[in-house]
T-cell receptor, first 114, second 114 residues
Framework: AQSVTQPDIHITVSEGASLELRCNYS??????LFWYVQSPGQGLQLLLK??????LVQGIKGFEAEFKRSQSSFNLRKPSVHWSDAAEYFC????????????FGQGTELSVKP | DAGVIQSPRHEVTEMGQEVTLRCKPISGHDYLFWYRQTMMRGLELLIYFNNNVPIDDSGMPEDRFSAKMPNASFSTLKIQPSEPRDSAVYFC????????????FGPGTRLTVL
């Protein structure tokens, strides 16, 4: 079955430290891949997406993600975390050419220590 | 661009009552999606429309749930009768034909059924 897995439910990092949030997908073929962020009481905001081409994708707010086909992974990274990055992060996948059928991971809640 | 607008933002109702959630998508975005978010099940796609026509409603949990899109600028999700297990945050999202896999989310409606 198609699925997206985020192994870490909750991560705490110190402000200024680097961050990596993990995401693995299980699909027959490489899907489109996304990272969204959700602040408390808010909707989801798209951080970045991967469709094809360069496997290192740059997004908003200083985030990047790297697609690794061999590991079926699409991990999100940020070199230096800011307190305002505290939020919930969702990885999502959509099968190629099945526009709209996004499947989300369970989310990773990020806390930032001062 | 006002983004996706949802109303109400919060709804508290009693079991057995009818609940109607509303969504105004982004102008020019011809795809509209309804999601439900709960702690137990995460984010689930309920139904989506293209050009006001329902394309896939396989995620609608029961016949108590129904969704309509009478025109390009308005959609409703109705629950009748409501049950406590329907308590969740319901999101509406918009996408376009050329870029259906990139979805823009509204702020959500938090529904509590007592």
């Amino acid at each position: 079955a198609q699925s997206v897995t985020q192994p870490d439910i909750h991560i705490t990092v110190s402000e200024g430290a680097s961050l990596e949030l993990r995401c693995n997908y299980s699909y027959g073929a490489t899907p489109y891949l996304f990272w969204y962020v959700q602040s408390p009481g808010q909707g989801l905001q798209l951080l970045l997406k991967y469709f094809s081409g360069d496997t290192l994708v740059q997004g908003i707010k200083g985030f990047e993600a790297e697609f690794k086909r061999s590991q079926s992974s699409f991990n999100l990274r940020k070199p230096s975390v800011h307190w305002s990055d505290a939020a919930e992060y969702f990885c999502a996948a959509a099968p190629y050419n099945q526009g709209g059928k996004l499947i989300f991971g369970q989310g990773t809640e990020l806390s930032v220590k001062p | 661009d006002a983004g996706v607008i949802q109303s109400p933002r919060h709804e508290v109702t009693e079991m057995g009552q009818e609940v109607t959630l509303r969504c105004k998508p982004i102008s020019g975005h011809d795809y509209l999606f309804w999601y439900r978010q709960t702690m137990m099940r995460g984010l689930e796609l309920l139904i989506y429309f293209n050009n006001n026509v329902p394309i896939d409603d396989s995620g609608m949990p029961e016949d108590r749930f129904s969704a309509k899109m009478p025109n390009a600028s308005f959609s409703t999700l109705k629950i009748q009768p409501s049950e406590p297990r329907d308590s969740a945050v319901y999101f509406c999202a918009a996408g376009t034909s050329g870029n259906t896999d990139t979805q823009y989310f509204g702020p959500g409606t938090r529904l509590t059924v007592l």
